[in-house]
T-cell receptor, first 114, second 113 residues
Framework: GNSVTQMEGPVTLSEEAFLTINCTYTATGYPSLFWYVQYPGEGLQLLLKATKADDKGSNKGFEATYRKETTSFHLEKGSVQVSDSAVYFCALSALKSSGDKLTFGTGTRLAVRP | KAGVTQTPRYLIKTRGQQVTLSCSPISGHRSVSWYQQTPGQGLQFLFEYFSETQRNKGNFPGRFSGRQFSNSRSEMNVSTLELGDSALYLC????????????FGPGTRLTVL
């Protein structure tokens, strides 16, 4: 079946540091890949997505590139802010004839210190 | 355009009771999916509804059920609640569920005592 593996947290960084959160996946076919972010007490917000190999998703300074050869979709940001502190989820969507569902990684908690 | 809304936001029940949660999708979205989030199991897919039909189902017992109405609003029901059902229940909507982006509501926090 489909699965997503992302790095264990928590990740603690100082403000303006470089961020990488690793994500690899296993899926049949050609899934779409997503990063969602969850702030305390809230639901999930879509951060970025990519739908085919070599696509780069970007939003709010975050980027991730769909690498089919390494089955990866690592999240990066050049300079994190305290407001980026949240839990980040990597997810994939692999279409089936019976409809769609998201398969999530376990989430990586990011804490940014001033 | 209004986002996905879920009611109630918080719920406290006791074991053996049943509960109904509601989700209103983004206007024009026809697919609604439900997920359970717990610290131990993470985010797990419950089921997806499209045009009032359950199209996809996760690995949950039959105590978990749902339905969708003609206006795409959806409800999920959990019967005979167990302590382990305590979780954040998230609803997500998308245009047609064919791999397009799912947008999540704020969730309903269910506590079972």
């Amino acid at each position: 079946g489909n699965s997503v593996t992302q790095m264990e947290g928590p990740v603690t960084l100082s403000e303006e540091a470089f961020l990488t959160i690793n994500c690899t996946y296993t899926a049949t076919g050609y899934p779409s890949l997503f990063w969602y972010v969850q702030y305390p007490g809230e639901g999930l917000q879509l951060l970025l997505k990519a739908t085919k190999a070599d696509d780069k998703g970007s939003n709010k300074g975050f980027e991730a590139t769909y690498r089919k050869e390494t089955t990866s979709f690592h999240l990066e940001k050049g300079s994190v802010q305290v407001s980026d502190s949240a839990v980040y989820f990597c997810a994939l969507s692999a279409l089936k004839s019976s409809g769609d569902k998201l398969t999530f990684g376990t989430g990586t908690r990011l804490a940014v210190r001033p | 355009k209004a986002g996905v809304t879920q009611t109630p936001r918080y719920l406290i029940k006791t074991r053996g009771q049943q509960v109904t949660l509601s989700c209103s999708p983004i206007s024009g979205h026809r697919s609604v999916s439900w997920y359970q989030q717990t610290p131990g199991q993470g985010l797990q897919f419950l089921f997806e509804y499209f045009s009032e039909t359950q199209r996809n189902k996760g690995n949950f017992p039959g105590r978990f059920s749902g339905r969708q109405f003609s206006n795409s609003r959806s409800e999920m029901n959990v019967s005979t609640l167990e302590l382990g059902d305590s979780a954040l229940y998230l609803c997500a909507s998308s245009l047609d569920g064919n791999g397009d982006t799912q947008y999540f509501g704020p969730g309903t926090r269910l506590t079972v005592l």
